[in-house]
T-cell receptor, first 114, second 114 residues
Framework: DGGITQSPKYLFRKEGQNVTLSCEQN?????MYWYRQDPGQGLRLIYY???????QKGDIAEGYSVSREKKESFPLTVTSAQKNPTAFYLC?????????????FGPGTRLTVL | AQSVTQLGSHVSVSEGALVLLRCNYS??????LFWYVQYPNQGLQLLLK??????LVKGINGFEAEFKKSETSFHLTKPSAHMSDAAEYFC????????????FGAGTRLFVKA
């Protein structure tokens, strides 16, 4: 079945550590996205990529980094510079980076900083 | 710039009653509008989307939404609520000039009482 997988489902991190969240899709989509979800705030865009080897900052990119070396993979690193990283992280993809294209979401990773 | 406002962070209905979730948008260009549903600890799933083909859009699970340009609204309805409809619902807009980003509302959590 085609879809998006995220791992791990739950992640615990000590302060000062970098962690990497995995996102893989087998939908052959060109565009991929990372969102952060906090209670009552909806989804906020962290980074997006419209094509392999290219990505742009979203609205809240500070303290995060990404790479897009393969079409199917878009890992997110939460660095120690992120002041409040505890949140639910969602990865998504769409056929292309065009308005009107629906986004397909992974199941999410819940990150907790201890 | 585009924005989305969802009226009511929580809505409670009885099983079998009408479901009405409100969404108002702001856009300087003809918008694409979406409703997504999120079950606890899961990713988002598309319910329906408006792409200017028809003002009344039918989606999955018996949901529908009507685009009203004069009211800048895209409210989500379902004639008869079921217990399985309990979830969080997000309205979203895309289509602004210069980008394809999707802007999500803060979400409305729907409770269904037996």
């Amino acid at each position: 079945d085609g879809g998006i997988t995220q791992s791990p489902k739950y992640l615990f991190r000590k302060e000062g550590q970098n962690v990497t969240l995995s996102c893989e899709q087998n939908l052959n989509h060109d565009a991929m996205y990372w969102y952060r979800q906090d209670p009552g705030q909806g989804l906020r865009l962290i980074y997006y990529s419209q094509i392999v080897n290219d990505f742009q900052k979203g609205d809240i990119a500070e303290g995060y980094s990404v790479s897009r070396e393969k079409k199917e993979s878009f890992p997110l690193t939460v660095t120690s510079a992120q002041k409040n990283p505890t949140a639910f992280y969602l990865c998504a993809s769409s056929i292309g980076g065009r308005a009107g294209n629906e986004q397909f979401f992974g199941p999410g990773t819940r990150l907790t900083v201890l | 710039a585009q924005s989305v406002t969802q009226l009511g962070s929580h809505v409670s209905v009885s099983e079998g009653a009408l479901v009405l979730l409100r969404c108002n948008y702001s856009s300087s260009v003809p918008p694409y509008l979406f409703w997504y549903v999120q079950y606890p600890n899961q990713g988002l799933q598309l319910l329906l989307k408006y792409t200017s083909a028809a003002t009344l859009v039918k989606g999955i699970n018996g949901f529908e939404a009507e685009f009203k340009k004069s009211e800048t609204s895209f409210h989500l309805t379902k004639p008869s609520a079921h217990m399985s409809d309990a979830a969080e619902y997000f309205c979203a807009v895309s289509g602004d000039t210069g980008g394809f980003k999707t802007i999500f509302g803060a979400g409305t959590r729907l409770f269904v009482k037996a």
